[in-house]
């Protein structure tokens, strides 16, 4: 859609579990020699924590000498579209520093590579430490303990998985216990609880952020409950067509020749009428609507 949605106000969300982990930061990362940086693929600067940003900058700089590595790791690689990690890895090199990796879970090579460097890493430094000490913070729901077990299984193949995991922010409320990451050089990991920014911004800037979160499911702790389904599904459209006016995606979907939609309620009855799914009369009723928006929405999230 050309017209951008109204957009509700946005929340904020900062419980107490996470107040106490940022305030213990700086005591972790004394005793850390790499961080990675857990950050999803398909909200590349929306996931970006400016807490963590100062933190690390702080961290770097108390570190005179000795290993003191970050790595930034977007997960959930298989939900962005294969042209675009390149594109993405050129931008980021040319405005940040650190060390970049692509993680997708079903993908045991992306995750394999990402353990290289940082054996990699440690093996260069192994003179300094009798054991290495790898960090991995993000916002919540960006995939940390998913991708912690993941390196875990590298050193143990057949092992448990250490750490539960939730599609729900907010499971991992306390540090984890270290888990073993390889033998020789010793390497261990700790999981730390997502931290949500305390403040999304103000105006459309932070509306917009929010939503970007909640449509992206439940992503920093955005709950979607939060938002008017309907509303995520016009926003999700008009992105859609900014990103190719000429030829939007949505188009895809919809009856061939179809008109292009103006607004959300068009584009639903022109789908509705492909899926035979409108009322007599031609009406399209709002629990239909639904039914039809949220598979559309999960469909673009790749539940």
Sequence with gaps: MK???LLPIAPSWYPGHMRRFFTRLPELLA???IVLEARDSRLPLTSINPEF?????????????GLCERIVVYTKRDLMPRWGEEPLRKVLS????????FTAEGKPHTIRRLHSDIVSLVKDRADQSSAFNVLVIGMPNVGKSTLLNGLRWINTAGAAKALRTSPLPGLTRT???????HTDPLIYSVDTPGVMVPFLGRGEAGKERAMKLALAGNLAG??????????????????????????????SVLPPSSPEPTT????LESLATRLGALQKGG???????????????ENWRGD
């Design 175 to 181: 540090t984890s216990t270290p888990l073993k990451l």
């Design 222 to 251: 955005i709950k979607e409950s939060l938002f008017d389904t309907e509303t995520m599904c016009s926003y999700l459209l008009h992105k859609l067509y900014l990103f190719n006016p000429k030829a939007p995606a949505y188009m």
């Design 31 to 33: 005793r850390t020699h």
């Design 3 to 5: 017209a951008p949605p």
């Design 53 to 65: 940003e100062a933190a690390l900058e702080r961290w770097r700089q108390s570190r005179s000498n």
């Design 264 to 267: 959300t309620g068009e584009f």
């Design 94 to 101: 040319k405005h940040f520093n650190h060390r970049v990796h």
């Design 283 to 297: 009406c399209l009723e709002s629990r239909e609507s639904r039914e039809m928006v949220c598979p559309l929405v």
